[in-house]
């Protein structure tokens, strides 16, 4: 899967030559957000509370995933759907590096993500690694969207002070 910025706000996930969802944000500082998925099912990211260390991804009216924040950094990926809840951790791996790992609640790594800046175009392509396992998730398009949003997020907040695994 490739992973490239169109644009300022336009994130654009492919496989091949086909296009399997976009990221829209809001607007170029916006940490709002839609998401498309190629099967038609569209999804908006919404900030919560006044500190906006949390958000909320939803379906419709219907809140699907919760995201929040802890105070080492790591963001806690909490699935709400009945019959498919589960939780899984965002954390940066290297100090030096921008690469993050997103593992379930075994901690066992189910997909990694690094970004590359361009500086010949001012923007960013991102290089993911999944296992076999997050490959045969329900929603792993949707999981892979939220990894690259939690990745901006994390590298907007100044993510020096982030405690990696």
Known sequence: MKVFQKDKKTILF???NVEVASLI?????????????AD?????IETLGFWKSGF???KGTKSIVSLRTTWTGNVVLETLETGNKATYTFR??????DHYELADKDKFVLGSIVSRFRWR???TDYELT????????GQHLLLTVLMVFMLRTMMSRNNFVMIPA
């Open 92 to 97: 940066k791996k290297s100090v030096w590096k």
């Open 130 to 137: 999944f296992s076999p396992r997050l490959k045969a998730h």
């Open 121 to 123: 175009s001012f923007s």
């Open 56 to 58: 909320e991804v939803r």
């Open 25 to 37: 944000y809001d607007s170029r500082w916006s940490e709002k957000a839609g998401i498309s998925l």
């Open 40 to 44: 038609g099912n569209q999804y908006r």
């Open 14 to 16: 492919t496989e091949g």
